[in-house]
């Protein structure tokens, strides 16, 4: 069995007035990323890990923001579209682990809603996919709650080779 591993990040700036989606679940709060999508931190970063452990380069270069296709498009939109183009390349999903940095709002509340959406996206079992928070210690862009950032690991596998 062939496994590989690959690596996400993912930042946006926050502001009044603008929605905040996080793993494709709109929370509410009087700050929202600033995106050109929808700004999913935590969607973005684990495409990123995907596509990086498969070698196919980033979500950038497949949902770039200098298309209007994917204005303001929904990010659940890119981890499927992600998902396809793991399994024409032969991969499946072990599991995914993230870590979200925000100082505002708690999101543990949410963590299993978020979750039961992310394996439905990647039609994987809820039990393969771990998603964390934490607060910068109101240090830097996240404390200060000017920004919002994502990690993301995946491993993945191609059982044919």
Known sequence: MNFRIGFGYDVHRLADGE????????????????????G??????????LLGAANLRDIGFHFPDNQMEWE??????FLK?????LRSNGYLVGNIDTTLCLQKPKIHEFVPEIISILAGCMGISEGNISVKATTTEELGFVGKEEGISAYAIALIFNDKN
């Open 19 to 38: 929605e905040l989606i996080i793993g494709g679940l709109k929370i509410e709060h009087n700050k929202g990323t600033v995106a050109h999508s929808d």
């Open 72 to 77: 303001k498009a929904d990010s659940k939109i």
């Open 81 to 85: 579209k992600t998902i396809e183009l």
């Open 40 to 49: 999913d931190v935590l969607i973005h970063a684990i495409c990123d890990a």
